[in-house]
């Protein structure tokens, strides 16, 4: 737990007292600056479950619903039970990332169970003969008819959706290609010109969005991530659901100001 960015996170009687300022005196302030101290500790335990990752699930899927997990750890810590906020904030985070890869794999884990000794069949076939193995060689190893075997391996690839992001088959290592470069784009859709302002104002609403406060890039997570209503943000967040209506529309505001100052730009070039 200790390699985890220790030296971001504050000690434990610092925590403590920043969450009895947030409990007992609604220090909104306190209550920001304990979620931002351990926000580094939830990518952490994102990432080391990045390779039991389903293909289509995101890491960007578990850090926010480890985010969720870590203000609601806020809220419901008592240092009374002898953990710190610490110990307790690392059982909770890790369990909702958990609980979002379970509940993004609709495969049964029977499933799953027999997927891993698959791979540890063929693994250990391989290391042996210095070769994959065949259907039937496989199934031998693993002691169950072939049928059985391909039944396994079929289910296993229904509930595997490929991500575009994965390396297309046979791309070279120095000239990576994904899926996704492989897709035929559909008609019209490969205009150099409209292809390059696509991305240029797709990269001026990152750069926007980048550029909010981390409490309103943490409730565009909570509204168009998570789909939370205003009521239930604002709980989160310990504030009111006018507060939190206020703040969308602050952000509104700010992300549409970014975009009409590209197309203005944007369309003076193009009539030049």
């Known amino acids: 737990m200790e ?8 000690t434990a009687s610092t925590a403590e007292a ?15 600056r304990l979620v931002l101290s351990y926000a580094p500790m ?4 994102a990432c080391r479950k990045v390779r039991e990752l389903p293909a289509h699930c995101e890491l960007d899927d578990l850090v926010s619903c480890g985010l969720l997990a870590l203000i609601a750890a806020v809220d419901r810590f008592d240092p009374a039970k002898g953990a710190t906020f610490e110990q307790y904030a690392w059982t909770r985070v ?38 994959l193995p065949s259907d039937g060689e496989l199934a031998d190893e693993l002691e169950i008819g072939v049928g059985d075997l391909r039944g396994q ?41 409209m292809a390059a302002l696509a991305n240029e104002r797709a990269q001026v609403l990152r750069d926007a969005i980048a550029s909010l406060t981390e ?18 943000i604002g709980r989160l967040l310990g504030v009111s659901e006018s507060r939190v209506s206020q703040i969308l529309s602050s952000i509104r505001r ?14 003076l070039r193009r009539a030049a």
């Open 42 to 45: 939830v990518k952490y335990l």
């Open 94 to 131: 890790s369990g909702a990332i958990m609980d979002e890869l379970r509940r993004q794999d609709w495969a049964p884990r029977s499933l799953r169970r027999s997927g891993r000794a698959i791979e540890r069949a063929r693994d250990e076939w391989q290391a042996r003969t210095g070769r």
């Open 18 to 32: 920043l969450w009895r300022a947030w409990i007992q005196n609604g220090d909104v302030a306190a209550r920001d």
């Open 153 to 193: 391996l079929e289910g296993l690839a229904r509930a595997d959706l490929l991500s575009l992001n994965t390396p297309a088959r046979g791309a070279e290592e120095s000239m990576p290609v994904e899926v996704g470069d492989t897709i035929e784009a559909p008609p019209g859709e490969h205009d150099p010109e």
């Open 254 to 267: 700010t992300l549409k100001e970014h975009i009409e100052s590209y197309d203005s730009i944007g369309t």
């Open 215 to 232: 409490r309103e890039q943490t409730i565009l997570v909570l509204l168009y991530v998570k789909h939370l209503q205003g009521a239930e």
């Open 3 to 10: 390699t985890a960015t220790s030296a971001q996170r504050p």
